[in-house]
Nanobody, 113 residues
Framework: QVQLVESGGGLVQPGGSLRLSCVTI????????MNWFRQAPGKEREFVAS????????NLTNSVKGRFAISRDNARSTVYLQMNSLNAEDTATYYC??????RGQGTQVTVSS
């Protein structure tokens, strides 16, 4: 059974940083476009970032450009989301999702002083 498992979330002060990880268990990700989404309470799910299978092309939503970066390590079947200069609007549950639309259980990010 293929699973995506996110980790790295937590409570951080405004201006702080976190690095999220998403490991895929049961299937290599070499040919997968990998994505990060987030969903805040009472809001719809929002695309955050994607990265192509080679890790060459990345796309980020405008609100995180210049602050977030997505990367991957295919040998470890892991995708990362480096988040810097966090603010309260980044508070959400963050999910990774693969090309097959399989997603993990999410990891909570809370930005608060």
């Amino acid at each position: 059974q293929v699973q995506l498992v996110e980790s790295g979330g937590g409570l951080v002060q405004p201006g702080g940083s976190l690095r999220l990880s998403c490991v895929t268990i049961g299937r290599p990700i070499d040919n997968e476009v990998m994505n990060w989404f987030r969903q805040a309470p009472g809001k719809e799910r929002e695309f955050v970032a994607s990265i192509d299978s080679n890790g060459i092309t990345a796309n980020l939503t405008n609100s995180v450009k210049g602050r977030f970066a997505i990367s991957r390590d295919n040998a470890r079947s892991t995708v990362y989301l480096q988040m810097n200069s966090l603010n309260a609007e980044d508070t959400a549950t963050y999910y990774c999702q693969d090309t097959h639309n399989l997603r993990g259980q999410g990891t909570q990010v809370t930005v608060s002083s």
